[in-house]
Nanobody, 121 residues
């Protein structure tokens, strides 16, 4: 059993900053990728940013230069620093992890429960 628990969402004014955190716990052997997706009302869930186990990162074009994803491998945590927030960043943000639960197991895709980020004046 694996759990992802997010924290750090909230209401912020345009131009402001927020930092999201996500902790993975449970039966984890190796995490291949951890990252963040978001879903705005009426839209599909989309990738925001992800970090691969080797340290490389991937960002949506819409957040490049404003958001920074980072991870703490020892703690099985991933963070998303969001700066210069815009109203269009308003969405539920979901933590995602692609991982194995034991030696030679398939990789599994896990999701957090989501945290609301609202950018509004």
């Amino acid at each position: 059993q694996v759990q992802l628990v997010e924290s750090g969402g909230g209401l912020v004014q345009p131009g402001g900053s927020l930092r999201l955190s996500c902790a993975a716990s449970g039966s984890i052997f190796n995490i291949n990728t951890m990252g963040w997706y978001r879903q705005a009302p009426g839209k599909q869930r989309e990738l925001v940013a992800a970090i691969i186990s080797g340290g490389s990162t991937n960002y949506a074009d819409s957040v490049k230069g404003r958001f920074t994803v980072s991870g703490d491998k020892a703690k099985n945590m991933v963070y998303l620093q969001m700066n210069s927030l815009k109203p269009e960043d308003t969405a539920v943000y979901y933590c995602n992890a692609v991982l194995t639960t034991h030696w030679r197991s398939p990789t599994y895709n896990y999701w957090g429960q989501g945290t609301q980020v609202t950018v509004s004046s």
